[in-house]
C-alpha cells in the first residue's frame, strides 16, 4: 500500500496568516493527490484534486503543488471558517489511501 | 446537485453482517464516468477507502477487509449499498458513501460529495 504522510499533525495560526501542510508519498503518484477538509462532526469536503486543480466553489486562496512525491496545501489569508481538520488522498493506485490529517487551530 | 444519504442500523452485534445503505438524489446512479464508494472513519484508523463499484462494473475492495466487504448498486431505487460480513470491534466508525468522479481530461479521480457519514458500532 501506498503510504501518506502528512506533516505538521497539528498547526496553530491567526486569522490572516499563511500557512502550508505538507503530505509525502511513500512512491510516486505523479499527481493523483486529493486534499479534503473536514470540521467536527461533518464529512470530508473535496478542495484540490489531481494535485492543483480547485474544486468547483472552493475559495481561491486553497492552492495545491507537487514536487515529486512532495505535496502542499497553501491557504493564504486564513479566515475564522478554516480552521478544520486538512487530509491528503493519494488515487494513484488501490487500496487508495488517505494521510492521517492535520489539524490546523486557531492560535 | 448530488445529494447522498446512508442509512444503516446503528448497532451490529459482533460477527454479524452489517448492511448499509446510500441513497443517491439529485442525479443518475447510472451515469457515466461516475463511480460509487464506501469509506469509513475511527479514531484508530482515521480515513479508510472501503470500496467502490460502478453501475456496470464489479466492485473492488481494499485487502485489508479480507474479502469481508460487497458492493451492490440498485439501479431501480438509485442506491448503492455496502454489506460487512462477521463484523468485530475494530469495525466501529463512522461510514460514509460518496461519489468518485474521473476526469474527462485524464484518469484523475476523487471523491465528492460525501454523504453526513453514519455511526455503526459493534457491540453485544
Known amino acids: 500500500d501506498i503510504q501518506m504522510t502528512q506533516s505538521p499533525s497539528s498547526l496553530s495560526a491567526s486569522v490572516g496568516d499563511r500557512v502550508t501542510i505538507s503530505c509525502r508519498a511513500s512512491q510516486t503518484i505523479l499527481k493523483y493527490l486529493n486534499w479534503y477538509q473536514q470540521k467536527p462532526g461533518k464529512a470530508p469536503r473535496l478542495l484540490i484534486y489531481?494535485?492543483?486543480t480547485l474544486q468547483s466553489g472552493v475559495a481561491s486562496r486553497f492552492s495545491g503543488s507537487a514536487s515529486g512525491t512532495d505535496f502542499t496545501l497553501t491557504i493564504n489569508s486564513l479566515q475564522p471558517e478554516d480552521f478544520a481538520t486538512y487530509y491528503c488522498?493519494?488515487?494513484?493506485?488501490?487500496?487508495?489511501?488517505f494521510g492521517l490529517g492535520t489539524k490546523l487551530e486557531i492560535k | 446537485q448530488v445529494q447522498l444519504q446512508e442509512s444503516g442500523p446503528g448497532l451490529v452485534r459482533p460477527w454479524e453482517t452489517l448492511s448499509l445503505t446510500c441513497t443517491v438524489s439529485?442525479?443518475?446512479?447510472?451515469?457515466?464516468?461516475?463511480?460509487w464508494v464506501w469509506i469509513r472513519q475511527s479514531p484508530g484508523n482515521g480515513l479508510e477507502w472501503i470500496g467502490t463499484?460502478?453501475?456496470?462494473?464489479?466492485?473492488y475492495y481494499n485487502p485489508s477487509l479480507n474479502s469481508r466487504a460487497t458492493i451492490s448498486v440498485d439501479t431501480s431505487t438509485n442506491q448503492f449499498s455496502l454489506q460487512l460480513r462477521f463484523v468485530t470491534a475494530a469495525d466501529t466508525a463512522v461510514y460514509y458513501c460518496?461519489?468518485?468522479?474521473?476526469?474527462?481530461?485524464?484518469?484523475?479521480?476523487?471523491?465528492?460529495?460525501w454523504g453526513p457519514g453514519t455511526l455503526l458500532t459493534v457491540s453485544s
Open positions: 489531481a494535485s492543483s
Open positions: 460518496a461519489r468518485q468522479s474521473i476526469a474527462d481530461s485524464g484518469p484523475y479521480n476523487w471523491f465528492d460529495p
Open positions: 439529485g442525479g443518475s446512479i447510472t451515469s457515466n464516468n461516475l463511480y
Open positions: 463499484t460502478h453501475n456496470s462494473g464489479s466492485p
Open positions: 488522498q493519494q488515487t494513484f493506485s488501490t487500496p487508495y489511501t
